[in-house]
């Protein structure tokens, strides 16, 4: 071999090197997460969240055993009229609940001729004994026009926060400061986006959380944010982020984050969640199990994800979810062609008994081979068949197509006129098609 072409191979394996290098690093991760199922969920969904609802997704956040979680959004859109949120903030201080480890989001108050006056989130939390805070503010609102007076509501802010709230077990509370469009103000307004920075690198916050709230920025991009923020924050002061599916790259937005130094993440265990999802908690954790992360087995019950996913999604909509969802949607481990089954011990493979879930079978008569055909007349019909019926029963498919018909074969009443076609002998051949020649 050439010398040229050893330093091209050189060349390649330094590429392999570097995804080593930071697959090891997913592996060595222990993120802060913080669990919203309670709240994220509602935002969009059809049907909205009453307190029951609320009650029911309860034991599935505890089940899972994420420490942290929101239970409520305390800024909400008329303060003056009750919402769901109060119940519920209501039910957890008439029970009892140990509110340790509970977080709301809250809003940052004004300054008037008076001086400073907390928000109205700000006095619920207070209220309700919740002893951490989701503090939001955004800076490219209109409202936020003035940016001498928002830094100044900020910085008061979080002085009062640190003076009145009682933090978990009787200590401080933690402050996680949510600048909700700081990726935005980023790009349109980086002076505007630093000075923000600049302050809460000096205020007394533990975490500085940004969103990508429509889930238009790549990958790269979230993590220049990160990096930006590691730069200007002081140390000791978390980065955590919150992403929305937008241009599908919302969970590799996450891991990008995670590998450029965020510390953290939030979000509801399942997918729901505005526009149309998020890049949930429960894919995070599925995706750091699927690199090897043994954290996320020692600390949370991964082997239980899936149902506790299905669980809450069927409580927040009534229905399964969507079949085309990755990791939590049914067809992600529904087996349609047995080759692309992933398997345990191959590498980034994450077979479903790792999180809970297991392989079911569904017919395409284009795709599917013999196991999977098999597979789904165990299912349906409780028979099994060998592998001679389960091939004449494609090719039985294929001559339909072919024909024109096209018949939804996994359905059980079809299943069986098709097996009941495979055992009279019909012949599969298909139509005799015309060569044209050159």
Not at 334 to 360: E, H, K, N
Request: proline share 5%; hydrophobic share 45%.
């Amino acid at each position: 071999m050439s010398l040229s072409r050893t330093h091209l191979h050189a060349e390649a394996e330094a590429q392999f090197a570097a995804a080593a290098a930071k697959l090891a690093r997913l592996r060595s991760l222990d993120p802060v997460l913080l669990d919203v199922s309670l709240r994220e969920p509602c935002f969009s969904a059809y049907l909205g969240h009453t307190l029951q609802n609320k009650i029911d997704l309860l034991p599935l956040v505890e089940r899972f055993g994420i420490r942290d979680k929101v239970v409520a959004t305390l800024d909400f859109q008329d303060p003056s009229h009750p919402q769901v949120e109060n119940q519920f903030c209501d039910y957890l201080n008439a029970t009892g609940y140990d509110l340790t480890g509970c977080f709301a989001l809250t809003a940052v108050g004004s300054i008037g001729p008076n001086g400073f006056e907390p928000d109205q989130s700000m006095l619920r939390l207070l209220h309700y004994r919740i002893p951490n805070s989701m503090h939001e503010i955004y800076l490219m609102d209109p409202s936020s026009a003035d940016h001498a007076d928002v830094l100044a509501r900020v910085a008061a802010s979080v002085a009062w926060l640190r003076q009145h709230v009682t933090g978990d077990h009787g200590g401080a509370p933690r402050i996680y400061l949510n600048v909700v469009d700081l990726i935005d103000a980023f790009f349109a307004d980086r002076p505007w986006c630093f000075q923000m920075l600049d302050l809460l690198a000096e205020l007394d916050v533990d975490a500085v959380s940004f969103e990508d709230g429509r889930g238009s920025y790549f990958p790269f991009q979230v993590g220049a944010m990160v990096k930006a923020m590691k730069a200007l924050l002081r140390p000791g002061q978390k980065v955590l982020f919150h992403a929305h599916t937008g241009n599908g790259m919302e969970n590799a937005a996450v891991l990008e984050a995670l590998l450029e130094g965020a510390d953290g993440y939030w979000a509801g265990m399942e997918k729901e969640s505005s526009t149309i999802g998020h890049a949930s908690m429960g894919e995070l954790v599925a995706n750091l199990v699927r690199a090897g992360n043994a954290q996320m087995a020692a600390r949370y019950r991964v082997d239980e994800l899936l149902p506790i996913c299905h669980a809450m999604h069927r409580i927040n909509n009534e229905t399964a979810p969507p079949a085309s969802w990755p990791i939590q949607g049914a067809n992600a481990y529904r087996q349609m062609l047995s080759g692309f089954d992933q398997v345990a011990g191959r590498a980034m493979d994450l077979a479903p008994a790792a999180i809970g879930g297991r392989y079911t079978f569904r017919v395409s008569p284009d795709g599917s081979d013999a196991p999977v055909l098999q597979g789904r007349v165990r299912e349906v019909m409780g028979i099994d068949i060998d592998a001679d019926c389960a091939t004449r029963m494609i090719l039985l498919m294929r001559r339909d197509l072919c024909d024109g018909v096209r018949l939804r074969y996994d359905a059980p009443d079809q299943l069986r006129l098709l097996y009941q076609r495979a055992i009279d002998g019909e012949a599969a051949l298909a139509p005799t098609v015309g060569v044209r020649r050159a």
